[in-house]
């Protein structure tokens, strides 16, 4: 059966820090994958999809970035930090075919930047 | 332009009340729907989702969903709700791209709560 691992699932970092945040899929090969952030009391804004290796495309300008170096790992990074970036943040994947899937969701990672 | 719509941002039953959230889209061509739920702290849970056939979907710890094309809708039900299905809820629409799987675009969600 596929999975979704993404962590650390709590982290607080200082302004102007560098951020990273990894999200790994198992028990499938070539998926979807995507970075949402959820912010408080609002719904979800997708940042970053890919639909394979080095293939990232960006759906809101901001200083995050996302690389995809590996079929099924995803990671979200920052050199500098806003307060802004506060948030929880969702990786999820989703098959690749004829159809649309829907998505698998990772557990989130919760980030507050102080 | 693509867009969902929950126009409940929260809601508020009874336990053992029936619930329906509501769910409308805008989508060029048929769209592929989909309902999330989202405990706090939590990611997302597929609850149901509906590609195609019977208009109405049966999920995951009792809920349905109906779609109704005139409508444009994509309503989520429980006969009865329990105090454990308070959470977010999540509507969500999406496309195929030819080999490339799907996107989807998720509505605001609505925060159900439950009283005893």
């Known amino acids: 059966s596929q999975t979704i691992h993404q962590w650390p699932a709590t982290l607080v970092q200082p302004v102007g820090s560098p951020l990273s945040l990894e999200c790994t899929v198992e028990?499938?090969?070539?998926?979807?994958l995507y970075w949402y952030r959820q912010a408080a009391g609002r719904g979800l804004q997708l940042l970053f999809y890919s639909v394979g290796i080095g293939q990232i495309s960006s759906e809101v300008p901001q200083n995050l970035s996302a690389s995809r170096p590996q079929d099924r790992q995803f990671i979200l990074s920052s050199k500098k930090l806003l307060l802004s970036d506060s948030g929880f943040y969702l990786c999820a994947w989703s098959r690749v075919g004829g159809q649309n899937y829907g998505y698998t969701f990772g557990s989130g990672t919760r980030l507050t930047v102080v | 332009a693509q867009s969902v719509t929950q126009p409940d941002i929260h809601i508020t039953v009874s336990e053992g009340a029936s619930l329906e959230l509501r769910c409308n889209y805008s989508y060029g061509a048929t769209p592929y729907l989909f309902w999330y739920v989202q405990s706090p702290g939590q990611g997302l849970q597929l609850l149901l989702k509906?590609?195609?056939?019977?208009?109405l979907v049966q999920g995951i710890k009792g809920f349905e969903a109906e779609f109704k094309r005139s409508q444009s809708s994509f309503n989520l039900r429980k006969p009865s709700v329990h105090w454990s299905d308070a959470a977010e809820y999540f509507c969500?629409?999406?496309?195929?791209?030819?080999?490339?799987?799907?996107?989807?675009?998720f509505g605001q969600g609505t925060e159900l709560s439950v009283k005893p």
């Open positions: 028990g499938t090969s070539n998926p979807n």
């Open positions: 969500a629409v999406g496309a195929v791209f030819y080999n490339q799987g799907g996107k989807l675009i």
């Open positions: 509906y590609f195609s056939g019977d208009t």
